[in-house]
């Protein structure tokens, strides 16, 4: 999506909404890329790290998470620069790029809107329906770019689909073809830009093509 614009995700402030596995590996790749993960929550409240959360602020919040009933807030205990529920709201810390990945429908419209004017440039889902019907059609009235996990996921189930065997430039290929293929998709039936759509066509004809060829008819 950013190369699309000629961006990349060097720099790029980002919000992530949850501190499960699944956050701390998002949080893990995107400082791989040279992006600045801001922030995780749970169901106590958020911490902000206004420089951001590098390689060790992110080993030690998996420290705290890993222990069974803690929770995130803990770790403002083993950082002088982070802060508590502070902002009151998540969503009113300015970032590029947010990435929900916890609890479902976690982005409402009023969500997305405060994401908008806080600067917020896209939505990428790192769960599954984080992000609810309301929310996806006032990210499109505001311009904020979305990608649903329908299109965002796909990379573990091609990993499972190949026995996890595939190395990351395999991986990120075909990752990179799927995106192709839902993006052609979608401008084929005049939804041009919707991930939603896209994935969804590309899904359908799949699931189509392959019951045609074991004579469905």
Do not use: W
Request: aromatic share 6%; with cysteine; glycine share 10%.
């Amino acid at each position: 999506m950013l190369k699309d614009k000629n961006q990349s995700l060097m720099g790029k402030r980002c919000l992530i909404i949850g501190s499960g596995k699944n956050a701390r590996a998002v949080a893990d790749t995107l400082l791989d890329y040279g992006a600045v993960p801001l922030t995780f929550s749970d169901e106590s409240g958020h911490v902000y790290e206004p420089s951001g959360i590098d390689k060790g602020k992110l080993k030690t919040i998996s420290t705290i998470k890993q222990e069974r009933g803690t929770m995130i807030g803990r770790y403002i205990m083993s950082s002088t620069t982070a802060k508590f529920n502070e902002p009151s709201s998540i969503f009113d810390i300015p970032c590029d790029l947010c990435f929900p990945c916890g609890e479902i429908k976690s982005i409402d419209a009023d969500a997305v809107n405060t994401l908008a004017d806080n600067g917020c440039e896209g939505i990428i889902e790192g769960g599954h329906k984080n992000v609810t019907n309301e929310a996806r059609q006032m990210a499109k009235s505001r311009g904020v770019m979305y990608c649903p996990h329908i299109v965002s996921l796909t990379g573990s189930n091609i990993s499972h689909a190949h026995g996890h065997s595939l190395d990351t430039e395999t991986l990120e290929a075909e990752v990179n073809r799927i995106y192709e293929d839902v993006k052609e998709a979608a401008t084929e039936f005049n939804a041009r830009g919707d991930l939603v759509a896209g994935g969804t066509i590309v899904g359908f004809l799949r699931v189509a093509n392959a019951m045609l060829s074991h004579g469905a008819v």
